[in-house]
């Protein structure tokens, strides 16, 4: 196997520029960890450089292969499309540069220990950690036109609350549940001090519109940026190299 094809890492893109600027931040604690390796940033849309160009200046340099990595949540319709779309022009265009798309963060348990932090930090520093029979949670995920997709993160919920024992319930900025109608489920279980636990990488339009929502709700912190969310992106990349190179019999 060549030794250290160039990671590209992938992000969504957002008109906001905290959320570039969040991801820029990731990216520098993923180059930290190993400064061997060749490693670019691209955004789908919003925000330059694209993937196209990114990828059109992998092929310039003379580099033979890259492994893509989504820095996104779920496997909805970004990564399933949009992105494979890009990558197979990208292929057509470059036949000598080989491209191999790594899996998205999905529901991996660093991450979901990561929000848990999140969520901890955030009842610690309103002294609400003294009475946990009190406390609720409203996990905020974007939302997908995917039906499938937004059942996942509903099943993430669960799992969350099962990790936690804190009663949680899933809503979604573009999409029902809404965070009113997931609050009022997670009060109707008995809990009166509600805290909304961003599913989101970084803030950003749709997580000022869940504040905007309703101002009176806390919310814990945003994932991105730290350390375990930088080994989660060199563990896809691994992986995808060992699908890439298989060993052979």
């Known amino acids: 196997m060549p030794s250290s094809p160039t990671l ?10 905290r959320s570039a600027a969040t991801v820029a931040a990731l990216l520098e604690q993923v180059r930290a960890a190993r400064p061997g390796t060749p490693t670019r940033l691209a955004f789908l849309d919003l925000n330059a450089p694209v993937v196209g160009q990114v990828l059109e200046s992998v092929a310039a340099a003379g580099e033979t292969h890259a492994v893509v990595v989504p820095l996104l949540l779920g496997s909805a319709f970004h990564a399933r499309v949009d ?4 990558l197979a022009g990208a292929a057509t265009r470059h036949p000598r540069l080989r ?24 009842y610690t520093e309103r002294g609400w950690d003294t009475e946990p029979e009190r406390l ?4 905020a995920a974007v939302g997908s036109s995917s039906t499938i ?3 996942q993160t509903g099943r993430l919920a669960l799992g969350f609350a099962d990790r936690t024992g804190i009663p949680t319930e899933v809503c979604f900025a573009t999409a029902e549940p809404t965070l009113a ?8 279980r008995g809990a009166d001090r509600l805290l909304v636990a961003p599913w989101f ?3 950003g339009l749709l997580t000022d519109r869940l504040r905007d ?16 969310l930088a080994d989660i992106v060199w563990d896809r990349y691994d992986n995808a190299l060992a699908r890439a190179y298989p060993l052979s019999a």
């Open 136 to 139: 609720g949670i409203v996990l």
């Open 8 to 17: 590209v890492a992938v992000a969504h893109g957002s008109r906001d520029p």
């Open 213 to 228: 929502q309703d101002p009176l709700l806390p919310h814990a912190g945003v994932l991105a940026p730290d350390p375990a």
């Open 99 to 122: 491209l191999t798309q790594a899996e998205v963060f999905g529901a991996d348990p660093r991450l979901l220990e990561l929000l848990h932090e999140r969520v901890r930090t955030a």
């Open 83 to 86: 992105l494979p779309a890009l």
């Open 149 to 151: 997709a937004n059942r």
């Open 201 to 203: 990488l970084a803030p």
């Open 181 to 188: 109608q997931a609050s009022a489920r997670v009060r109707a």
